[in-house]
């Protein structure tokens, strides 16, 4: 399988359009489906930027889906960005090609298990539910009045059950889906008020499901589980939230009754995003370095007139220039600080150190794990 999601084609950088890389990196990933030979696609979610995209952003998903579905089927699931008419809208038509769309919560019945006989595979498909939606999602799905009642985390557990109960292990089972699970990491360029307030606990997922492909965070990660849980990210370095994120696809192996083995595929035909922070001096003097870049800048310098010109002349891929003044910074930082998890505030530690080294950082993450957990 191949796992992917977030694409939000259309989404622009500070007004500059990104279509030209978002064609790269879909050729990319439909390249990689057809040297690995992948059975199936996943797309969980956001595969527009805004619900209304524009005809030659809905051209550019729609091609690359077609192209992934010539290598195998492709399931796509809705994302909170995407529009659930407009995706139902042409499911007609992407059927004929391959492609499966769960664009609303659907029973296992009647289209929210979708069933590859040819492979043994079976997915449970569950897009974006918003927290007003999930009542309605609930009533769907035949729960009763009273689970109703419960909160947002239980009705979607009860949601999830309800898709996999009927999973035999004869097959492998994979749930993909557009959430948020507890403990996950954001990327940035996420919109918080569509991701903190919609969180499940891993424990939501059955220790029986082979893989849970999920969507919805920009960052690429594994969220310990019983069962092999991951976000794919987003393909291209979406907001300058994602400067140290590395970006790609999932290639992914399961057989029945085993858990699945997850190997992360880079891409790389996104334009790079850096920060830089500094006097003009400092700033300008590392212009070589971020070449063909998106650039935001922080400067360190008294506002006066002709300044951003000044920045912009030298380094023409800045797209944001900031003026911090010594108190604003101040404020910045403690801000910055209180936002942000554990395992970032680590990396930004490292980084004033000098220091570049992920098993490090990994490390960190996992004695923060045990810590939470114990």
């Known amino acids: 399988m191949l796992h992917t999601s977030d694409w939000h084609v259309g989404r622009k950088i500070r007004g500059h359009s990104r279509v030209d890389e978002h064609r ?3 050729t990319e990933i439909v390249g990689i489906a057809g040297d690995e ?25 729609y091609r690359a889906l077609l192209d992934l579905a010539e290598v195998g089927p492709v399931v796509v699931v809705g994302g909170n960005h995407d529009s659930a008419a407009r995706l139902e809208a042409v499911k007609p038509l992407l059927d004929l090609g391959r492609i499966t769309v769960v664009a609303r919560p659907t029973r296992p019945g009647e289209g929210g298990l979708i069933v590859f006989e040819s492979i043994d595979l079976a997915v449970a498909a569950i897009p974006f539910i918003s927290q007003r939606g999930i009542v309605k999602a609930a009533e769907i799905m035949e729960l009763d009045p009273d689970q109703h009642a419960q909160g947002y985390d239980e009705r979607l557990r ?4 309800g898709l996999t109960e009927g999973m035999g292990p004869d097959r492998v089972n994979v ?16 919109r918080d008020a569509h991701v903190f307030g919609y969180a499940i606990p891993p424990q939501a997922f059955p220790g029986s499901l082979s893989y849970v492909a999920l969507g919805h965070l920009h960052r690429q990660q594994r969220v310990p589980a019983a069962a092999p849980v991951w976000y794919s990210g987003s393909p291209m370095q979406l907001d300058f939230g994602e400067v140290s994120d590395a970006k790609g696809v999932l290639l992914v192996d399961a057989e029945p009754s085993m858990p699945a083995s997850v190997r992360p595929l880079p ?3 996104g334009t790079r995003l850096v920060q830089l922070r500094g006097t003009l001096e400092q700033v300008v003097a590392r212009a070589p370095e971020v070449e063909g870049a998106y650039v935001k800048i922080l400067l360190d310098e008294k506002a006066r007139a002709g300044l951003n010109e000044e920045v912009r002349e030298a380094i023409p891929g800045a797209v944001d220039v900031i003026v911090v003044r010594p108190e604003e910074r101040a404020k910045r930082d403690e801000a910055t600080r209180s936002g942000r998890s554990p395992v970032e505030l680590f990396q930004s530690y ?4 000098g220091v570049d080294d992920s098993e490090v950082v990994e ?12």
């Open 175 to 190: 749930l993909t889906g557009h959430l948020t699970v507890y403990g996950a990491e954001s990327g940035g360029g996420e």
């Open 267 to 269: 891409l790389v035909n």
């Open 24 to 26: 790269a990196v879909l």
């Open 158 to 161: 009860r949601i999830i059950a």
């Open 363 to 374: 490390l960190f993450r996992e004695l923060e794990q045990e810590v939470l957990s114990g």
């Open 350 to 353: 490292l980084t004033t150190r």
């Open 37 to 61: 030979r992948v059975d199936v696609t996943l797309v969980a979610g956001d595969l527009f930027d805004v619900s209304s995209p524009s005809p030659e952003d809905e051209a550019i998903v």
